[in-house]
């Protein structure tokens, strides 16, 4: 069965950076796009950021560009994003997600705080 495990959250000031993981299994993880999602307390979950397959084309919630970068390791069956410059409307509960046959999955999240 598919399975996300998001990791590498925390704790971070404000300016400071943090490198998140979702590690994939139960299909074949080079053959698909992935995506971070985050949803802060009270608002909706939102794109984050997204990769095509083989880590061509990526897009960027425009609150983000320019701060975040995702990539992916499809070797280690892994998605990445790097956060940089961490301001504390960032603060959320992180997601990867992908959609496999129509169905969309998602990991149990990782949480990221940025508070001085």
């Known amino acids: 069965q598919v399975q996300l495990v998001e990791s590498g959250g925390g704790l971070v000031q404000p300016g400071g950076s943090l490198r998140l993981s979702c590690a994939a299994s139960g299909f074949t993880f080079s053959n698909y796009a992935m995506s971070w999602y985050r949803q802060a307390p009270g608002k909706e979950r939102e794109l984050v950021a997204g990769i095509s397959h083989i880590g061509a084309i990526s897009n960027y919630a425009g609150s983000v560009k320019g701060r975040f970068t995702i990539s992916r390791a499809n070797a280690k069956n892994t998605v990445y994003l790097q956060m940089n410059n961490l301001k504390p409307e960032d603060t959320a509960l992180y997601y990867c997600?992908?959609?496999?046959?129509?169905?969309?999955?998602w990991g149990q999240g990782t949480q990221v705080t940025v508070s001085s």
């Open positions: 997600n992908v959609r496999v046959k129509g169905t969309r999955y």
